[in-house]
């Protein structure tokens, strides 16, 4: 997660595949997707929904930094 002016861009990850990111902006309460150069979604990460869902999603999916 990387955070600058209400502003958070989170790494989605399926297993050790990157597969995309999703920054969400809290201010607007808004939420952008960029998926890898596949251009799909196999494992169903657009389905998670509005803005609320996004950060509970993420909040609880959420690993621990690899240092």
Do not use: C
Request: net charge negative; aromatic share 14%; proline share 3%.
């Amino acid at each position: 997660m990387f955070r600058l002016l209400d502003y958070e861009t989170w790494n989605l990850y399926w297993e050790d595949e990157w597969v995309g990111q999703v920054t969400i902006n809290s201010t607007d309460r808004d939420v952008a997707i960029t998926l890898s150069e596949m251009g799909v979604d196999p494992h169903g990460i657009l389905r998670v929904g509005n803005f609320a869902r996004w950060v509970s999603w993420l909040k609880s999916h959420q690993r621990p930094r690899r240092h």
